[in-house]
């Protein structure tokens, strides 16, 4: 019997545990396995106030069914009359200074860490050279896709932002079109995009994100902006140091890279004629394009933000992007392309690479 | 006329027209009820189908578009057109019972008011089948909305602004209500709970409509004329309306979770049969939560940008607001301590509302502290919370008091047994639903997605969430068949249904006359039917006045006329920026013509109402209740 009772409690304790850790998420996504400075200290602030809660949650229900179980009707018996009390003075004082010392505890922390978190003033630091000491990205959020310029190195990419580990990186927000809202959830918290002014904030990546499922952290937009908000993806690659200005040299070499018309290769071709309008190849340059910069696109894990990185699947996309992300702002801009020409241009695409 | 409250063998051409006319509080709270239950219904029929979109990833049941007309609808119905107005039901038909009134102060308006949510609430509806329902969330955050095609948002601006109005206008009412109209003895500090929270809740949609109201206008000539109060690109704002928003927005969860505390206040005395504990310091309680309510909307902003000071002080003062909502929740823990409690239904709902509502408000808590908001923030983690208050405090007090009420209001009760497997039901499916959603935000996931892909971990949760609420719409498909089933029961004619009736309403024998009180109590105390029933009082009540002629108010079908007029001119404003449609204007000035032209009606007609003479009084009594009246 009691060996029973025992094996049961364990089945149970295993049940919660499975529960509590599949409710920590994928670290690639969650906030509960936090990378970084910035989602460590709000994880640590959830972990404080969540103890806090349930403390108060925890000293409330047990007062509740204490006071519930003594009072039932169906054991004082149907006529017993209690007694008829005004209220208590003391009990009031007790249960007002108690929650007001709970909240000044939890207030502290969210203080500190409230100004400490919007402390951007690093961003216009500069070296005796004159050079900005402190790695800015411009985050620009169109509809349902992003562009990351690093105005300091002159580069500028789409969908995968790059980003070295071990260093405060600053952002500058801001939307083109509606108020969108950038979230990398197990790097830190997030920052809206509004359209009519630059919102500044940093995050900082502990974690290199090649060791992760698919080697790179997700960012989502959190903010309802039409119809594929839920599609609005972008991903993040952390690199070391080394990677990072590896991969901002590579960039800078591809200055004046761009698709020639008169090229042999179709896919080429049929790009330079229908995409280049919009899409640039060569990584140099500054925010502001109609589409996604495709530089890196063959490094990329993703097509058009959520696809699975595959020439079928970016051939759907070419060939009809409204079923894949309704309202985007593609649809139409190119008229209509044979198979043969979707085809090769996916190629061509998927070609545009940076890496070795 | 003047028996027009006692007649039931009238047809249904005569029966329509007395509700169409009507100015009756109790009659407008039976209407109000049915209204908010209809929308109520709808609504949630709209968050049926987003969860059973969101059961599995990548699927494909609802389309984007329609999935965002989905969750923009089902909040905007749910807190303008559903939880107002049920909450409106309640106060009508009790608050000028609570403190021994014959109507509220201004019968006409009270029409009026319903008539105008009620046609604004039809006109926003329409919009189904006119080319689109709003899809910009029910915050209509001004980039989106001026983005939108389509008429959609069109439709919200003009029907929020035509419901705001019947909000505002039975707001203004209650207060005059309160104020002025309790009987003789019923000081303040002698109202019962619900008509504090009527009051104060009145107070607030008094203040906190008007922002809305401005708002929309801006809006409303934004889209009509182009005037770029809110397009950037022409030196416009749309943290504007975000402020304007939340101004009204934040107050907006009060106006609508302090009556809910008021009927809990109303319904653990009378279960645990106890006077309920710390009466004064539950007074004082509302008073502040409804004076901190409007000094906390920008929490809702952190993360737009406001500066490390703004979030600091918005986030202690988010913080300030669990105190007096933490002593409220101790009043009632201790009014069930000592006490004799009977589980009944009512009862089952507030002894649910408690732990529910804890958990709602702790993770109120946690959000107020900014630099965590930003990682809950518009996830699923900020969903989880507000249903948890909305829920958890408001729809369990809506449904604990329809059982609570319904005597007083129908003369018939809803059956305890099925309302027993509702409450279990609905309770269990809502936990299972919202519980698991903190995880799901705190995996990441964020809010108004109308899908996601797989592997993110969140496939499982996401599952279990649409199972709940299948069983949420099970419960109300049990609440609406025993409501049905509660018509053809018996009448029950009888004083005090529960038998521990503390306030006013209950000393009243049911159905109540037209005329509620045939003569005006006389208020002795804090509980005044409790103080004269065990004094021995068998009548329930003594009399501040002798037995007279009533004085009561005409019917009236203008304010319905009113509301047409408006509902009419909303069309024209609604289609005019089309630019290809000439009557557009016509329509927009016959429809003021009309709302104009009723109210010049009844500024030139006198109308004094009528007086039931003592005889009628009599005879109404006897009607009712046999031989002898209200004994």
């Not at chain 1, 460590?40 to 349930?54: G, R, T, V, Y």
């Not at chain 1, 969908?159 to 990186?169: A, D, Y």
């Not at chain 1, 995050?203 to 609005?232: I, N, R, T």
């Not at chain 2, 109540?512 to 021995?536: A, I, M, S």
Request: hydrophobic share 50%; glycine share 10%.
């Amino acid at each position: 019997m009691m060996k029973g009772l025992k094996k049961w409690r364990l089945f149970s304790l295993l049940a919660v545990m499975t529960v509590f850790l599949s409710a920590c998420g994928e670290d690639y996504i969650t906030t509960l396995k936090p990378t970084g400075a910035v989602g460590k200290e709000q994880f640590n602030l959830l972990l404080f106030s969540i103890a806090i809660m349930a403390l108060v949650t925890i000293v409330v229900s047990v007062l509740y069914l204490y006071a519930f179980m003594k009072a039932r009707r169906s054991k004082l018996g149907e006529d017993y009359m209690p007694k008829q009390v005004e209220g208590s003075h003391t009990l009031e004082v007790i249960w007002t200074v108690i929650p007001i010392v709970l909240l000044l505890i939890l207030a502290v922390p969210t203080l500190i860490s409230t100004y400490k978190l919007a402390d951007v003033r690093a961003m216009d630091e500069v070296d005796e050279e004159g050079n900005k000491t402190a790695l800015t990205v411009n985050v620009t959020a169109k509809l349902y896709w992003w562009e990351f310029e690093y105005p300091e190195q002159g580069i500028v990419t789409a969908q995968e932002l790059v980003v070295p580990t071990g260093e405060k990186v600053y952002f500058n927000l801001k939307a083109a079109d509606v108020k969108h809202s950038f979230w990398i959830p197990a790097v830190g918290g997030k920052m809206d995009t509004n359209v009519e002014n630059v919102n500044k904030f940093y995050l900082q990546f502990d974690e290199e994100s090649e060791g992760l499922e698919q080697g790179v952290f997700y960012g989502k937009c959190a903010e309802l902006c039409g119809p594929s908000h839920a599609l609005m993806d972008f991903k993040v690659k952390v690199l070391d140091r080394d990677g990072f200005d590896n991969w901002v040299a590579a960039m800078q070499a591809t200055e004046g890279q761009t698709a020639s018309a008169d090229s042999a290769d179709v896919g080429e071709q049929t790009f330079a004629n229908s995409c280049l309008m919009c899409h640039a190849v060569s990584g140099v340059g500054t925010t502001g394009a109609m589409g996604p910069n495709l530089t890196t696109f063959g490094d990329r894990n993703r097509v058009a933000g959520v696809l699975e990185h595959t020439k079928e699947n970016l051939e759907q996309w070419i060939d009809d992007p409204e079923t894949i992300k309704p309202g985007n702002l593609m649809t139409g801009k190119y008229g209509e392309l044979s198979d043969e020409e979707i085809s090769a241009v996916a190629d061509y695409i998927m070609g545009l690479s940076i890496e070795e | 006329m003047s028996s027009a409250a006692v007649s039931n063998k009238k047809g249904f051409g005569a029966t329509l027209w007395d509700y169409l006319t009507t100015v009756d509080h109790k009659k407008l709270g039976v209407m109000y009820l049915f209204a908010g239950t209809l929308f109520f219904a709808i609504a949630g029929f709209e968050a049926l189908l987003m969860r059973l979109q969101l059961m599995i990833p990548n699927s494909d049941f609802v389309s984007a578009g329609t999935f965002n007309e989905l969750l923009t609808m089902h909040g905007t119905t749910m807190l303008f057109l559903a939880a107002t107005p049920l909450l409106f039901g309640f106060m009508n038909a009790i608050v000028p019972l609570q403190i021994g009134a014959r109507d509220v102060a201004f019968p006409f308006l009270n029409s009026l008011g319903f008539w105008l949510f009620f046609l604004g609430a039809i006109f926003l509806h329409l919009s189904f089948f006119l080319g689109g329902a709003p899809d910009a969330g029910w915050t209509n955050y001004a980039s989106l909305a001026i983005y939108s095609p389509g008429h959609g948002i069109d439709f919200y601006v003009l029907g929020l602004q035509i419901s705001g109005a019947g909000t505002l206008i039975s707001g203004i009412n209650f207060i005059v209500t309160i104020i002025t109209m309790r009987a003789p003895g019923m000081t303040f500090m002698r109202m019962p709970l619900f008509t504090w929270t009527s009051l104060i809740s009145s107070a607030l949609i008094l203040f906190a409509f008007p922002p809305l109201t401005v708002g929309l206008f801006l809006m409303l000539v934004d889209r009509m004329f182009g005037a770029n109060f809110f397009d950037h690109t022409m030196g416009g704002n749309t943290v504007i309306w975000e402020h304007l928003f939340w101004i009204f927005g934040h107050p907006e969860v009060y106006i609508l979770v302090l009556p809910a505390f008021g009927l809990f206040s109303e319904i653990i005395p009378v279960f645990a049969r106890k006077r309920l504990f710390g009466y004064s310091s539950m007074v004082f309680a509302t008073i502040l939560i409804g004076f901190l309510g409007f000094m906390v909307w920008a929490h809702h902003m952190f993360t737009t940008g406001l500066g490390a000071t703004a979030n600091a002080i918005f986030a202690v003062a988010t913080m300030a607001i669990a105190v007096p909502t933490g002593m409220k929740v101790f009043n009632w823990i201790m009014t069930i301590w000592g006490g004799s409690v009977k589980v009944t239904v009512p009862m089952l709902y507030a002894l649910g509302f408690i732990p529910s509502f804890v958990a709602g408000g702790v993770t109120g808590v946690m959000q107020a502290a900014a630099p965590l908001d930003y990682q809950l923030h518009d996830s699923y983690f900020i969903v989880a919370h507000f249903h948890y208050v909305i829920v958890g405090g408001i729809v369990t007090a809506i449904f604990g008091s329809m059982h609570f009420y319904w005597p007083i209001m129908f003369n018939r009760a809803l059956s305890e047994r099925l309302g027993v497997w509702t409450f279990w039901i609905f309770f269990i499916g809502f936990h299972c639903t919202f519980f698991i959603q903190h995880f799901l935000g705190l995996m990441g996931m964020p809010r108004r997605v109308f899908t996601y892909q797989a592997n993110q971990g969140w496939d499982l949760f996401n599952f279990i969430s649409s199972i709940g609420a299948i069983l949420m719409a099970i419960g109300v498909i049990l609440l609406v068949i025993n409501i049905i089933l509660s018509a053809k029961s018996k009448p029950l004619n009888c004083r005090d249904y529960w038998g521990d009736g503390r306030s006013l309403e209950w000393a009243i024998k049911t159905p109540v006359p037209f005329y509620n009180f045939k003569q005006t109590p006389l208020v002795r105390g804090y509980d005044p039917y409790w103080l004269e029933k065990h004094d021995g009082n068998e009548e329930g009540m003594i009399y501040a006045e002798p037995l007279g002629d009533i004085h009561m108010p005409n019917n009236s079908i203008l304010p319905l006329i009113m509301s047409i007029g408006t509902f009419v001119a909303a069309f024209g404003a609604l289609y005019h920026p089309d630019g290809d449609k000439p009557w557009a204007i016509p329509v927009l000035i016959l429809g003021l013509a009309i709302t104009v032209g009723a109210m010049i009606v009844r500024s030139v007609k006198d109308d004094h109402g009528f007086h039931v003479h003592v005889e009628e009084v009599i005879a109404t009594e006897e009607e009712l209740y046999g031989k002898g009246g209200n004994k």
